[in-house]
């Protein structure tokens, strides 16, 4: 693993929305600057993903300064939306957590209607330290998450990619594969490890920021979604299924914590400390 580096980076400003691929990025006790501080909400307050909306998958969300969005899609006009002022809060839900955010405006709220052909709203979490705790099963005190799944960033490798495209392409859906990896919509992807290695990591360093892994991250439909086409197929879960069921959870990558703040570098040297 001496030579194991930082590969890619990825910012998804709005939950489920196409990611952005910047070069370096901040890291934040939560996760990476600017990911997945925007989702969107159903009329029941309940947060909407590709499970639901594979055609979120379609649009996307670039990051302007000071953490606004310029929102664009296939047959809509591009519309910039202003980070929205903390006057009051609404209360969603995100699988089983009750989180507190902030509404955009009604402009925001139609054009994301409009691309998705239902009646959605647009949040923005105004206050990542406070609004939402990291599951306490896996969590240290403190440690507080986005409107990501679960946990403040998610990690990959190539080479474990490579590992399940080649038993992919010896299964009875060879044909759907080989898979890229933006299918599992990580953070941070390493090259230069051995298949499967992240399965025994515990901590690690990234240049100059130290995280913690938490746990395996167990996959879901997103994963059959192509993120180019939101055409959906039977890959990775039927073969995840055969291949990498652990605990009743099909895993693929791993969940992190940061234990520190700083900056990562596409090229930074990735250490395994234990």
């Known amino acids: 693993m001496g030579n194991a580096q930082l590969l890619s980076i990825h910012v998804h400003p709005v939950k489920a929305f196409r990611a952005q691929s910047p070069r370096e990025a901040v890291v934040e006790p939560w996760g990476l600057?600017?990911?997945?501080?925007?989702?969107?909400?159903?009329d029941g307050g309940k947060v909407v993903t590709q499970r639901q909306q594979p055609r979120m998958a379609l649009a996307a969300a670039e990051l302007l300064p000071g953490g606004g969005l310029r929102l664009s899609a296939p047959g809509l006009e591009p519309l910039t939306v202003r980070?929205?002022?903390?006057?009051?809060?609404?209360?969603?839900?995100?699988?089983r957590d009750k989180v507190e955010g902030v509404l955009a405006d009604e402009a925001a709220h139609a054009w994301c209607s409009s691309h998705l052909g239902a009646?959605?709203?647009?949040?923005?979490?105004?206050?990542?330290?406070?609004?939402?705790p990291v599951d306490p099963?896996?969590?240290?005190?403190?440690?507080t998450v986005t409107f990501a799944d679960g946990y403040p960033l998610l990690v990959t490798?190539?080479?474990?990619?490579?590992?399940?495209?080649?038993?992919?392409?010896?299964?009875?859906?060879?044909?759907?594969?080989?898979?890229?990896?933006?299918?599992?919509?990580?953070?941070?992807?390493?090259?230069?490890?051995?298949?499967?290695?992240?399965?025994g990591w515990s901590r690690l360093t990234i240049g100059e920021v130290d995280f913690r892994v938490a746990k395996a991250?167990?996959?879901?439909?997103?994963?059959?979604?192509?993120?180019?086409?939101?055409?959906?197929?039977?890959?990775?879960?039927h073969t995840l299924g055969r291949h990498r069921?652990?605990?009743?959870?099909?895993?693929?990558?791993?969940?992190?914590?940061?234990?520190?703040?700083?900056?990562i570098r596409v090229g930074d040297p990735v250490t395994v400390v234990a």
């Open 33 to 42: 600057a600017g990911d997945r501080r925007w989702a969107l909400i159903d």
């Open 83 to 95: 980070v929205p002022e903390p006057v009051g809060t609404v209360s969603l839900a995100i699988f």
């Open 119 to 132: 009646d959605v709203r647009l949040v923005h979490m105004d206050d990542p330290a406070t609004r939402r």
């Open 137 to 143: 099963e896996y969590a240290l005190p403190g440690e």
């Open 157 to 199: 490798a190539g080479a474990s990619l490579d590992a399940l495209n080649a038993l992919i392409a010896q299964g009875e859906h060879a044909a759907e594969g080989p898979l890229p990896m933006d299918r599992f919509r990580p953070n941070v992807v390493v090259a230069g490890t051995d298949p499967w290695a992240e399965d």
């Open 217 to 237: 991250c167990g996959r879901c439909v997103v994963t059959t979604t192509d993120q180019a086409t939101a055409g959906r197929g039977r890959e990775p879960l």
């Open 245 to 263: 069921r652990v605990g009743g959870k099909l895993v693929f990558g791993q969940n992190l914590v940061p234990l520190s703040r700083g900056t």
